[in-house]
């Protein structure tokens, strides 16, 4: 018998074609959710791992190549903790960061802080600024709480230490022992460091980043 005759068989077909409809999305948000539970575990996992180099904390302008510049080993600055971690995982944040601003040039802070009248990709992505309206625009605005729970692996954090000084960091595994909140990779003179210092400044941004749409399927492809 033909089905398409028989309002019987149409009756189950669209049953089964609804069915399908509303299974499939479910499926594919859970296993996107789990690929991206795991490319921030191996991101915060990557960002620990700065605990082991020795970087002197040096803010100098230095020219650097591009994509995939970097500078001395030995030195830097709160950003560059941030753009080693990522670039551990294949994500270069200098080529992103200077390709948006190519495009979006007057959508970040380059002209009205430091007077640039284009960007530069020898600073520009080692620039907490740049940094904050990039990730803001690339990747997901999480709430600013004072609630510890609300901060996960992987996390990128932003803060006005005062003064016109600002300052980022990453959220990673290791927590305290008395409150259980995560402790933050980052590099504030010392050197990088592993420290409880979430909550020591004025929170001025919560990011969570995943790299461009490239780079994000291949770490969801890495992790099958």
């Known amino acids: 018998m033909d089905a398409t005759l028989n309002p019987k068989w149409r009756l189950r077909l669209l049953a089964a074609i609804l069915l399908v409809a509303a299974i499939l999305p479910e499926n594919n948000q859970a296993e996107n959710n789990q690929e991206h539970r795991q490319f921030l575990h191996r991101l915060a996992a990557a960002a620990e791992e700065r605990v082991n180099h020795v970087v002197r904390y040096d803010p100098g302008y230095v020219p ?24 551990t995982l294949g994500i270069d944040l200098q080529k992103e960061v200077h390709e948006d601003m190519l495009a979006h040039f007057d959508a970040y802070p380059s002209r009205s802080i430091w007077k640039l009248p284009h960007p530069d990709a020898n600073i520009d992505h080692r620039r907490v600024p740049n940094l904050r309206i990039f990730f803001s625009r690339k990747g997901e605005s999480l709430p600013i ?24 960091g990453m959220v990673v595994e290791r927590t305290t022992l008395i409150t259980g909140r995560h402790l933050i990779e980052h590099n504030i003179g010392a050197g990088p460091k592993v420290e409880d210092v979430l909550f020591d400044w004025k929170i001025t941004g919560h990011y969570r980043y995943f790299g461009p749409p490239v780079h994000e399927n291949a770490a969801q492809s890495s992790t099958r």
């Open 145 to 168: 709480t004072s609630r510890t729970n609300d901060y996960s692996p992987g996390d990128l954090v932003t803060w006005d230490l005062g003064h016109g000084q600002t300052h980022i």
């Open 64 to 87: 650097i190549a591009y994509p995939g510049g970097d500078v001395p080993p030995e030195t830097g600055v709160c950003t560059d903790e941030v753009i080693r971690a990522y670039r």
